[in-house]
Structures are given as C-alpha cells and as structure tokens.
C-alpha cells in the first residue's frame, strides 16, 4: 500500500464544513435553532433524518457551509453498522468537522467507518475515491484508528488482487515486506525443504503448482504473553483432482482470505505496539492439477505424526493449517489463533456477515463476543461438538479430511484442526468468508476482513494485556 492510499484523517482548519448527525423525529427539533432561512431549506429538501441520508446547507455564496446526516433511529441502526459511511460518497469534496449528534460511544465506529469508506481498488483500473475527507471526532485516538484501517485495506488489497499477481510468491513477498516494516525476524521454508524439515502436507498440496508451497514463519515483540496467528493462503483452490465446478471456482483468489485478515491483524497488533509476543504463520499453497498433485485417497502423515487419509482433495485448507497449528503448539503459546476461509457449511450456518469463531475458553469467548459488539465486528460462537469427533475418524488412518455426510462441517473441520493445536493455550479457529458480494456501508463489494478488529479488541482481556 502507497502512503497515497492509506487512510487518514484531516487536519482540523478554518474551512471545516460542519456536520451534524441528526435521528429521524428530531429534525424539528435542530431546525428551531437555526436561522429560518436553513429551517426553510431543510424542509424544501424533505430531509427526514433517516439513515444514508445527507442534505449539503450552502452558504451565502453557494459554498458547503453546513451538512446534515440522517440517523434514523435506534432501532434502525441495530440493523446495520458504520451509518456515517452511507453518505461519505456522495458528499462534496472538503473537510468534514462533527459538530453535534454522535453518541460517545459510536465515535470510534463512525470514524473508523469514514476511513474505510475511503478504500478502493486500484491496482488494474482507475477509481475514483470519496473526496470528502473527516477530522477525527473528539475523544477518538486518530492514530489507533488509522492503524486499525490499514491493516483493514492489507486485508482488502491482498484478497482482491487474483491470483496470477497474488500466488505464493507474491504472498509471501507481502508478509516479509510487511515483518520489515515493523523490524519482525522472519524466515520461509519452500518446496522441497518443506520435506526435510518436516511440513509434508504442506507440501502434499502445493507440489502440484508452478509456484513452490512454502511457509512463512514471522515473530515480533520480545515481552508480554505469547500470541500466534495462523493464516490460510491457499492462493488458489481448483479442487485439486477432486475438481472444483466453475462456479464454486470463481472466487477462490480469496481462498487465502485467512492469510490476508492475519496479516492485517497483525499489522494493527505491531503497529499499536502491544505489549506481546507475536508470532504468524502462513502456509502459502496453490491447490492446482497436474500430475504430481495429491490424491483421493492418499494417506498423509503429518507434521505431529498423525495420518490423514484424503477422502476430497477440496479440503486442502485444513491440511496446511494442519501442519502450521503443530509447529506453533510445539512452543505452547498463551494463545494460538487460525483463520481461514475453510468451509462453505460456516456460511450457510450464519451467513456472510457474521465470523464464526470455536473456542473452548469461556472467557476468551465471551471476551470475543463482548469485543465484536464494541467494535462492529460480529462474531458468532459455534462448538467443538465432542460427539462429531468420530465422524473424523476413518479407520484406516488416525483422520478423516473430509467426512461424509455433509452434516456438521464447519464443526468436523475445527474438530480436525483442534488435534493439531493440542499443547496450545486458548486455541481459538475463525472459520470466515471474507467477502462482501455486494457494496455495503464501509464495505464495498469484494475483499474484507473479519473478526480481526474483534480479536485486536478482545486480546487485552484474553491475554492480561
């Protein structure tokens, strides 16, 4: 990301437009103390207070002097979030100051839903980005903000580039670059050394790619609790020779989603600089089809020891998590944490919107849920049901990757991966999708991250931070 791009604040100055955020049945109310000219004005123009509305007041020389933002009500906003971020667009171009009607505690919301308003992806054709620029509410930390924004345009920029520009390479050059940034020791593990030092599947299911597999490994931080992240960055899934229909194929560049909202966490994690040890694993693999690829079938021995027998090569995610988790529990963190774009059976359990998270930690759940509410982050508990723990039993080898059935998947994957994180504290897997199918309020259509603003927020908690 340029330094053009990243998000920022205006600096407060004489020109401010003032902007006052009024609920629906209160626009009487601000209009009795305003001029009658405005109140005239106002009411000409309808304006009603309702959400995703925004009426420009010009001054006497036809400037933008004052602008009214619709609020709707309660009850309306509890159906969505970022509702300032509605109208970002189509305001004029200027400096924007809040002048009145932002609950204290919807501040930070609201800023931050300014700044993400602002992304756009420009990297293969021009775009146009809000020209509306907000100074940061009072009693809001501008620079946290900023921080938590560009880690969230990482995210955006990594899951939307595709993947002939985003494969394993190119995945791998963005972690190293963003470890250098904040003066993280790093190292990667590639294509047959992944063999020697012992990460087999996720070699299994990368060998069959032009771009070798490979495993990122970075660690920053050198006081406080122990935090590692793993990423899914399955570049690209086919299905491997369990072929993928072309329409389940079609948006697989964000089948490294988990990587990308990994590294935007952990770029909000370093850059706010708290006070922990962190450490990120990514697994970078393309699941392609050639000759070499992994088979139905196979047995697969992996990194802690345990066989895996391949009953669908389309659950490739899980295999290289897999390998990643026993690397990480080999060093017991405080609490280790994966996120992947793993299974469609999350999306039809809570839809698009929400992140599905497992957890055996009541309190690191019950932190995570009170965190995402704060933050406009969703997040949904979902159990590591004991009784499933059969279904990922095969027989033939210690598991199963793909159980028949079809019932429970979201929860026989986190099952699988659960055997991987063992020694690990406060294991926690977010099962997320990671797009947006259509432009919404700071989220327009494509990449964007979950759960990570959730997570950012519940570790002081989780973590005695």
Known sequence: MTDARAPKFAKDCDEAISLFLIEAGQVEAWLEERPAWIATWV???????????????????????????????????ARGRFHLAAVVGALPEGVYRIEGGLPADAAEEEALGWLLAGYVFDRYAAQSAPKARLVAPEGVDAARVEIIAEGEFLTRDLINTPAADMGPEALEDAALALAAKHGAEARVVRGEELLSQNFPMIHAVGRAAEQAPRLVDFRWGDAGPTLTLVGKGVCFDTGGLDLKPAASM????????????????????????????????????????????????????????????????????????????????????????????????????????????????????AALARAGAAVADPVWRLPFHEPYEADIEPGIADLDNAPKGGFG??????????????????????????????????????????GARALLAALPEALDL
């Open 43 to 77: 009411r000409a123009c309808g304006f009603s207070g309702a959400i995703g509305k925004a009426l420009v007041i010009p001054s006497e020389d036809g400037k933008p002097e004052t602008v009214v933002v619709g609020y709707g009500t309660a009850a309306k906003r």
């Open 409 to 450: 998947g979201a929860i026989t994957a986190a099952l699988f991966l659960r055997r991987f994180a063992e020694g690990a504290g406060r294991y926690t897997h977010f099962d997320i999708y990671g797009w947006s199918a259509a432009a919404k309020p700071a989220r327009p259509k494509g990449g964007v991250g979950m």
């Open 250 to 365: 079609g948006l697989m560049k964000k089948d490294m989603g988990g990587a990308a909202t990994v590294l935007g966490l952990a770029h909000m994690i370093m850059g706010l600089g708290l006070e922990l040890r962190l450490r990120v694993l990514i697994p970078a693999v393309e699941n392609a089809v050639a000759g070499n690829a992994f088979r139905p079938q196979d047995i697969l021995t992996s990194r802690k020891g345990l066989t895996v027998e391949i009953n669908n090569t389309d659950a490739e995610g899980r295999l290289v998590l897999a390998d990643a988790l026993a690397l990480g529990a080999e060093e017991t963190p405080d609490m280790m944490v994966s996120m992947a774009t793993l299974t469609g059976a999350a999306r039809v359990a809570v839809g698009p919107d929400l992140s599905p998270f497992f957890c055996d930690d009541d309190g690191v759940c």
